[in-house]
């Protein structure tokens, strides 16, 4: 089985999971004040992290709940059990298993999967991106003004402001804003043209890691907040269809 085979695998496992909780009443516990975590979580990656330890022991781990591993490889997991768990609470079937697998610091592949849609999105460095075997591309919308863009802001009282504001003026400047607290799949629906852009001041490197590699090998762009570059390991994304790139960071000034 293939490294792509395996992760897919692991990500379906870890999806039944969530989609056999779903259906619950779940209890959560706090975060923080404005942050939440459930057994599904806890369940899920303790199930990722048991069935890749056993096939790449040497690999390290970077994940949402539990401490890091270190690895003794240049190869690196980032994993998220369940991204958009306020969406899994509340009934809302958007959420994800995200998983990424970096090396030397470079995604090289990702796989993220909605185990309530059944959408499995996935990509390898260098080989395009793929929607359930179909390959995918973002779109061709290169006018602020008649884009669909999604919007998320971190948990922390001050990041909350900003990404308000940040929101108020999404919506003013385009033709819709969704607020989704998913970066993994909204990074994903930019992959396969639904939306067109996504700012998030709190998307995590565990959120983000596998799905920046579906979005750019399906011919998307992404930079970090203070608009550098790009640094997986960075807490915020900017990430577009690369037609709405520029014009979009040049219209909003977004300073990090």
């Known amino acids: 089985m293939s490294v792509l085979e395996t992760v897919i695998s692991v990500a379906k496992s870890a999806g039944s999971i969530l989609a056999g ?42 994940t949402e ?81 008649g884009s669909f863009l999604a919007c998320a802001f971190a948990a922390e009282e001050d990041k909350i402001r900003e990404g308000i504001d940040l929101l108020e003026k999404l919506a003013l400047q385009s033709r819709r804003v969704v607020v989704n607290f998913a970066p993994s799949l909204d990074l994903c629906n930019i992959a396969r043209g639904r939306i067109d852009a996504l700012i998030d001041n709190g998307s995590t490197p565990e959120d983000h890691a596998a799905a920046s590699l579906v979005l750019t090998e399906a011919g998307g762009r992404l930079c970090n907040l203070d608009q550098s570059g790009w640094d997986v390991n960075r807490t915020g994304i900017i990430a577009s269809n690369a037609a709405l790139h520029d014009h979009l960071l040049a219209q909003l000034n977004i300073q990090a």
Not at 74 to 100: E, H, K, Q, R
Not at 127 to 139: F, H, T
């Open 21 to 62: 909780e779903f259906s619950r009443t779940t209890k959560f516990d706090a975060k923080g004040k404005h942050d939440i975590v459930t057994r599904a979580d806890y369940h899920s990656e303790s199930v990722i992290i048991e069935k890749l330890q056993a096939e790449y022991p040497d690999y390290g781990i970077v």
């Open 65 to 145: 709940e539990s401490p890091n591993i270190e690895g003794k490889s240049d190869y690196c997991w980032y994993i998220d059990p369940l991204d958009g768990t306020s969406n899994f609470i509340t009934g809302n079937p958007y959420f994800a298993v995200s998983i990424g697998l970096a090396y030397q610091n470079e995604i090289v592949l990702g796989v993220v999967f909605n185990p309530i849609s059944d959408e499995l999105f996935y990509a390898e460095k260098g080989k395009g991106a793929y929607l359930n075997n179909e390959k995918i591309l973002v779109s061709d919308r290169s006018e602020l003004s």
